[in-house]
Structures are given as C-alpha cells and as structure tokens.
C-alpha cells in the first residue's frame, strides 16, 4: 500500500482531505486529474521519467502544463534530491506541481491501455510531465490547474482505479 506524505501543488498548496467546491460541485479534483491525464496521454502529450522529464523542463519549460510526481515511499537519497530539485524548477517557472498518491496506480492509469507498445525499461514514473497541446489548454485542464492553485492546504491526488 502507498504510503501518504504531504506535498505542494503548483505555487500553492491543497488538502489532502476529500475536497469540495461550492462554486462547482460537479468538479472532483481526483477524477478530473484523470481525465486530465487520460486524455494529455491519448493526445501524445505525457512524458514519463525523471532524467526525460528533466530535460524537457530544462530545454523548454515554457510547454510544460504540470508535473506530476508520486509521493516518495523509497527512501532513495538520490532520488529525493533530484526530486527537490524539480519542484524548485518547477516553482521557478510557475509550472503547476501535482503529487500523486501512488506510483502502481499513475502506472495503471498510463501504461496499461499502451502496455503492448511500451518496453520494461520505459516505465520510470518517478516524474512525469504534461506538454500543453498546440491549440493550448483545454476548458477541463484549466478547471483543474485553477482547483490546485486556489487551495490553500497540501494536497496529494488520490487517482481512482
């Protein structure tokens, strides 16, 4: 079972309790971010692994939507570190930081429908970013990017199975 550890959300943070919006309550944060992420992968838009990730965000942050990064439940010194560093990256350029409750489940909810096409190596989801699609943001990613910045408390998405 993934382990929960409170993280930031973009520039600003989100509460990890079950969320509700008065002003839209038709919005769940936790099955939008799946749609989100459904429909960034069907498009082509997701990137997956820490070094790729990396690279992208270095060379052109300006296309980055949001990283997505699961809470750590390894305690590798490494990979902390260079999650650190991402985060600040991410900070420094406002791109919209997400953790996610588990790395199966993001596993899950990307690799699967794809599996056949992918290779064992290629699944490093230790961070995993969002481009922002040539006709820019859809009206479902803005809801969503709006949600993590206006909540003021940490928040780690609980991606439904």
Known sequence: MC???QRLCGLQ???L???TFP???SMDIHKTFREVMLQA???GRVTAGLY???RVLQMAPEGVMMCVM???T???DLVHMQHVLIEAHCREHRITLVKVDCTLKLEQLLLLPVSAQRKPKDNDLSCVIVQIAKEGKTQLERKFLNRCLKHPDDLVIQIPA
Do not use: F, L, Q
Request: hydrophobic share 20%; net charge negative.
């Open 3 to 5: 382990r929960h550890r």
């Open 13 to 15: 943070n989100i509460s």
């Open 17 to 19: 309790d079950t969320m």
């Open 23 to 25: 002003e839209d309550d």
């Open 41 to 43: 992968a069907d498009k």
């Open 52 to 54: 790729t990730c990396a």
């Open 70 to 72: 699961p809470v750590e």
């Open 74 to 76: 390894e305690h590798d």
